[in-house]
Nanobody, 115 residues
């Protein structure tokens, strides 16, 4: 059974930091990429960051460049999202997606940034 589980969300004040974790398991095929997507009411879903586990190559949305860092764990199916200098506009549900020949989604973890 494929499982994608996120953790680490919460409430922070502007300028604060959070670290999100994503653990994926149960795949019969290799994971090609691990992706963090965010969704908030009234806004389009946004691909925040992506990592290709084999090469370690990363990419980021312009809105988070220089503030967010995606990294892989010891296992290729683990990904972290370090978020610094958080802003109120970063408030969203953050969802991890593991991509093989299909996309597998977690339930998401809520991040709220407010004064």
């Amino acid at each position: 059974e494929v499982k994608v589980v996120e953790s680490g969300g919460g409430f922070v004040h502007p300028g604060g930091s959070l670290r999100l974790s994503c653990e994926a398991s149960g795949f019969s095929n290799s994971v090609l990429s691990m992706n963090w997507i965010r969704q908030s009411p009234g806004k389009e879903r946004e691909l925040v960051a992506r990592i290709f586990p084999v090469s370690g190559t990363t990419s980021y949305a312009d809105s988070v460049k220089g503030r967010f860092t995606i990294s892989r764990g010891n296992g290729r199916n683990t990904a972290y999202l370090e978020m610094n200098n958080l802003k109120p506009e970063d408030t969203a549900m953050y969802i991890c997606c593991a991509r093989t020949t299909n996309d597998y989604w977690g339930q998401g973890t809520q991040v709220t940034v407010s004064s």
